[in-house]
């Protein structure tokens, strides 16, 4: 299991608290949500224009990934040899600390001082970047947010939008240190302008770096390959400029044909961005053959676990299917409310809340299975029909099996249960309530302040009952 | 027909008059209305926190009471879901109870899933002189599937207009314990949720669930909004005040 010690989950409830708060972070989140919505639906309409249907594409990619899942073992065998037969190297990692460990060990053989990276969650999960500045490497993201990210020294708030959390203004107050050059005023119609500023400062670190660094979208068994699905190009330069390509993934992110990434693609770049499929889309096998125009010499796969291989065969299996496209998140008003930072570690939204407990140790994340309405947003745009409320109501359940749970709230919970199990009892103490909340209520008949519920007053009036309960006006109602 | 209603715990304490008008409505449909005398919660607030040994005592006990009658008429989504979908699972594994709660959850239904999708009941006896927009609550949209069911009856009210919201099957940030632990998320929520009531301007929001009506209502009042008036399903259809 991944350690819990750079996750900040324990203080999701403080976090939050300030997320809510921060007003710049609400208007760039506001601004953002209407456009994952929107283009996701119109993406996923857009699939009965290809005569297909939403719902049996979304059964059949379940599938392909439970399958997957039932013997990942074999299909990590069979794409082991399969990378190897190509020139790849495949190397496995239990940990983050082993992960920064392999890379490390790779440069140094390779005499790299400069890695380029293109999206990696995985290099999150190991705090890569920190582990490479320490051993004298420097490490330069590329992808657009994950560069703004790495230029305000902070972490992706987001799996597919790392720097959603930023507006505009803050972007060109970074850029501007960064490149050296006076601040200038910006609007959205500098954005093109600004992208092709941080290309043009990019592209030197392309041509120089030793090591490319990159993540995959999957892995496909029958062929050795990593597919990557980008929108940027960076991830090409990454991949193909420098003369070593290491690519770090989880063991879960295999499938076994191309024809099943195939299917998979239907759905993940109209989940993620609505797109019907992504600017980019890079199948990239072994090493740069005799013939080839280009390509790396040297091609490493790290497969991490990192807590992966326990979730297998348990009661959490099914989240294994994730393919990170980010429609749960994007769906999801509490993440919409607060941004990814809050959640505390690399994985944000109803993913994160039942990810982290998971990877990280439930004990080092008691808030994040609580922090869902249960409104299943998230699961109705799942394109491999994770069950999300119900992973983070069996988290609940785990935290009360081991007593995880705080024993104020245990006590409430019971003496509540004891009260709802003996109807007279019961029925005399809501008469009480009734009659004590319409008590409470102020000159305009509202209760503003309410000692038992503070959270709900805080934002919320709460108009009192009338003074008698429906049982007691219905008993009398019949006695008359 | 004889079913029993089972009026909530939250409808009992907080708004007796949505369970009045829940009996009006039902009577009008010719249905015999019992409420069985027992009844308290349906132990949903124990099954999210976790606790399923609490949850399987309540779901016992609500059972007990229940199963006795053709039907279970429910006006909410959210404790509906529960007895429905949640009480099978719960006792999934116990072989005297599992049955009953089957068999239980097969008979139970949320008020106006019941009137359209049971009863084809099309003539509700009320009037609504304005215009209303629903709120489409999370647990009777995406557990229950009930979507078209309140719309069809309150188009059929006299003088009711039916205005669309943006995003009306949007969460409005309840979620029961969530609204008092994450106190400001929750509001941050029903923030958005005020908003789009904002702009259609509707006479009243409506809605099939008292925890999110309560919550939207407390918010709207706080926000300043002290004319829409905030309506359970069951008040509008059944009229005729408390």
């Given at each position: 299991m991944a350690t819990g010690k750079h996750s900040q989950a324990m203080f999701f409830q403080v976090r939050a608290g300030l997320s809510v708060k921060n007003k710049l972070l609400q208007s760039a989140l506001q601004k953002a949500k209407p456009l994952f919505v929107g283009k996701r639906a119109k993406g996923v309409a857009g699939l009965a224009d290809d005569g297909l249907d939403f719902e049996l594409l979304r059964s059949t990619c379940e599938?392909?990934?439970?399958?997957?899942?039932?013997?990942?073992?074999?299909?990590?065998?069979?794409?082991?040899?399969?990378?190897?037969?190509?020139?790849?190297?495949?190397?496995?990692?239990?940990?983050?600390e082993e992960i920064c460990d392999l890379v490390i060990d790779v440069a140094r053989r390779h005499g790299v001082s400069k890695a380029v990276k293109s999206k990696s969650m995985l290099s999150e999960e190991a705090h890569l970047n920190e582990a490479l500045m320490a051993a004298g490497i420097q490490p330069v993201e590329t992808d657009l947010g994950e560069y703004i990210v790495q230029l305000a020294g902070e972490t992706p708030s987001h799996i597919i939008a790392p720097a959603i959390h930023k507006n505009i203004g803050q972007v060109e107050a970074l850029f501007a240190k960064e490149h050296g050059r006076p601040l200038q005023a910006r609007t959205s119609a500098d954005i093109p302008a600004m992208a092709?500023?941080?290309?043009?400062?990019?592209?030197?670190?392309?041509?120089?770096?030793?090591?490319?660094i990159s993540g995959a979208n999957f892995l496909i068994a029958e062929t050795g390959s990593a597919a990557l699905v980008t929108n940027e190009g960076n991830g090409r330069m990454v991949t193909t400029l420098p003369k070593v390509h290491v690519v770090i993934t989880g063991i879960e992110k295999i499938v076994p044909t191309?024809?099943?990434?195939?299917?998979?693609?239907?759905?993940?770049?109209?989940?993620?961005?609505?797109?019907?499929?992504?600017?980019?889309v890079s199948l990239l096998t072994g090493t740069k053959?005799?013939?080839?125009?280009?390509?790396?010499?040297?091609?490493?796969?790290?497969?991490?676990?990192?807590?992966?291989?326990?979730?297998?065969?348990?009661?959490?299996?099914?989240?294994?299917?994730?393919?990170?496209?980010?429609?749960?998140?994007?769906?999801?008003?509490?993440?919409f409310s607060l941004g990814g930072h809050a959640y505390g570690w690399v994985y944000p939204g109803p993913m994160g809340s039942v990810l982290t407990p998971l990877l990280t140790g439930i004990e080092n994340a008691l808030d994040l299975?609580?922090?869902?309405?249960?409104?299943?947003?998230?699961?109705?745009?799942c394109p491999v029909r994770i069950p999300l409320p119900e992973l983070m109501h069996r988290l609940r359940e785990e935290q009360v099996e081991r007593h995880l749970q705080p024993w104020s709230q245990r006590l409430a919970l019971t003496a509540w249960a004891w009260l709802a199990s003996n109807p007279v009892l019961y029925r005399w103490t809501m008469r009480r309530a009734a009659r004590y909340l319409n008590w409470l209520a102020d000159d305009s008949g509202r209760i503003r302040i309410f000692g038992l519920a503070p959270g709900w007053t805080a934002g919320r009036d709460l108009t009192p009952p009338a003074g008698k309960t429906f049982h007691e006006l219905y008993a009398a109602r019949k006695r008359a | 027909m004889r079913l029993a209603l089972y009026v909530t715990c939250l409808v009992d304490l907080m708004r007796p008059s949505v369970g009045f008008a829940t009996l009006r409505l039902l009577e009008a449909a010719g249905c015999e209305v019992v409420v069985p005398a027992d009844q308290t919660c349906c132990g949903q607030p124990a099954w999210s926190a976790g606790n399923r040994a609490l949850a399987a005592d309540?779901?016992?006990?609500?059972?007990?009471?229940?199963?006795?009658?053709?039907?279970?008429?429910?006006?909410?989504?959210?404790?509906?879901?529960?007895?429905?979908?949640?009480?099978?699972?719960?006792?999934?594994?116990?072989?005297?109870?599992?049955?009953?709660?089957?068999?239980?959850?097969?008979r139970t239904y949320e008020l106006t899933s019941f009137l359209v999708d049971v009863l084809h009941f099309a003539t509700p006896p009320a009037e609504f002189a304005g215009s209303v927009t629903y709120h489409d609550s999370c647990k009777g949209l995406r557990a229950l599937n009930i979507k078209q069911q309140p719309r069809e009856l309150l188009l059929k009210v006299k003088g009711l207009s039916l205005q669309e919201m943006p995003d009306c099957e949007e969460c409005c940030g309840f979620g029961g314990a969530f609204s008092v632990r994450f106190g400001d998320v929750?509001?941050?929520?029903?923030?958005?949720?005020?908003?789009?009531?904002?702009?259609?301007?509707?006479?009243?929001?409506?809605?099939?669930?008292?925890?999110?009506?309560?919550?939207?209502?407390?918010?709207?009042?706080?926000?300043?909004?002290?004319?829409?008036?905030?309506?359970?399903?069951?008040?509008?259809?059944?009229?005729?005040g408390n």
């Open positions: 599938n392909i990934r439970n399958r997957v899942l039932t013997d990942l073992d074999v299909w990590l065998d069979i794409f082991e040899q399969r990378a190897k037969a190509s020139g790849a190297e495949v190397l496995w990692a239990r940990d983050g092709r500023e941080a290309r043009q400062v990019l592209r030197q670190h392309f041509l120089s770096a030793e090591m490319g191309l024809e099943d990434f195939a299917t998979l693609m239907r759905l993940l770049p109209r989940s993620a961005t609505g797109q019907t499929i992504s600017n980019y053959q005799p013939g080839d125009s280009e390509g790396p010499e040297k091609t490493v796969f790290i497969l991490v676990d990192n807590g992966r291989a326990a979730l297998l065969g348990s009661a959490y299996q099914d989240m294994l299917r994730c393919i990170r496209c980010g429609a749960c998140m994007n769906h999801c008003p509490v993440y299975p609580h922090a869902s309405t249960g409104c299943n947003q998230c699961g109705s745009v | 309540l779901a016992k006990k609500a059972i007990a009471e229940l199963e006795g009658y053709d039907y279970v008429v429910i006006p909410s989504g959210s404790c509906t879901d529960q007895i429905r979908n949640v009480y099978p699972q719960l006792l999934a594994d116990d072989a005297a109870w599992g049955p009953r709660a089957r068999a239980l959850a097969e929750s509001t941050q929520i029903v923030d958005r949720k005020c908003e789009s009531i904002a702009t259609v301007g509707a006479t009243a929001v409506v809605g099939g669930d008292l925890g999110c009506l309560m919550n939207i209502e407390g918010r709207l009042r706080r926000r300043g909004d002290e004319t829409t008036r905030v309506l359970h399903i069951a008040e509008v259809l059944a009229g005729g």
